[in-house]
């Protein structure tokens, strides 16, 4: 029985605010990448089949080709829910959990769910990052952090996710930036990172008593002109990247693995030293590896 994997493969990340593919040769080889500002915000109740049709005909149009799609198309606001897969969860878990678009040809790859104490965390997309960045550095273990909106702390044993947790990071920089009395004083616009504020502010999250308190002295520092306006945003930066390394059980040598955009693995690779961590970081190329891997868990019959 053929395997999937040697058919071609259309891998796409569908996200909430945009929409990412990549054409697989059947010898695994990248091809083409598209990227388009389709997220599923932009997309009309009941028009998923015709935007990716609009975005993607052309790569599925040869025989056999099939396509994977991971991120938030699988949620409830996307094209259709797909059920979350609990933790723990290794690639075949996820593989036999796909919620099939048109069978054999176009499934949607499941997120994953786990407990603390009793309350459910999820994420969507992210297990196929972790799965990807797990393939492409010949590892079974890890800790992995994916920071953007919403970090991810993923915990891998044997090649499964076994717990991870989620810190609305981004999201509180973005509120504190732009809705708090903290945007009266920072600049209107970003300037250029300040590494030294934000190693300063990261410094300032893991000896203080919170983020409650300490996001006040991105304030004061400027009342009393102690820190420039331009380097303000890169201390608040590093105030709220600082405070979720502090919630982390970290033992200081291990590594971490840090996936995304090269602005935000960059901070990360300059905070973790301060908790005495290394950071090896991993790009968008994760993505593309983690379907391609679950590709190769399915065959041709695949419901």
Request: a neutral charge.
């Amino acid at each position: 029985m053929a395997a999937a994997a040697a058919r071609p493969l259309v891998a796409v990340d569908w996200g909430t605010s945009s929409l990412r593919g990549a054409l697989f040769a059947p010898d695994g080889r990248v091809l083409e990448e598209q990227s388009f500002e389709r997220g599923i915000l932009t997309v009309e109740r009941g028009g998923f089949a015709t935007v990716f049709e609009a975005c993607f005909d052309r790569w599925m149009r040869p025989p056999g080709s099939f396509c994977l799609i991971s991120g938030m198309a699988g949620s409830q606001q996307g094209w259709r829910e797909a059920p979350y897969c609990p933790c723990p969860a290794g690639q075949p878990d996820v593989a036999a959990r796909l919620t099939w678009i048109e069978p054999g040809r176009i499934a949607l790859v499941p997120g994953l769910s786990c407990e603390h104490g009793g309350v459910p965390d999820v994420m969507r997309g992210e297990e196929t990052q972790v799965f990807g960045a797990l393939q492409l550095l010949g590892l079974n273990d890890g800790l992995l952090v994916l920071p953007g909106t919403h970090s991810k702390w993923v915990r891998v044993r044997a090649g499964r996710i076994e717990n991870f947790a989620t810190f609305m990071t981004g999201e509180f920089y973005a509120l504190l930036r732009q809705h708090s009395i903290l945007a009266r004083t920072l600049p209107a616009d970003d300037a250029e990172p300040d590494d030294d504020a934000f190693a300063q502010g990261v410094a300032r999250a893991l000896q203080g008593p919170g983020l409650l308190h300490s996001a006040f002295s991105t304030r004061t520092l400027s009342l009393f002109n102690r820190m420039a306006g331009p380097a303000l945003a890169s201390y608040l930066s590093g105030l709220v990247i600082g405070e979720e390394l502090r919630a982390q059980p970290l033992d200081a040598g291990s590594e971490v693995i840090v996936i995304g955009a090269p602005a935000l693995t960059r901070r990360y690779a300059l905070a973790l030293p301060q908790r005495g961590l290394r950071a090896r970081c991993l790009g968008p190329e994760a993505t593309w590896c983690g379907l391609r891997a679950l590709a190769n868990t399915l065959h041709q019959d695949a419901p």
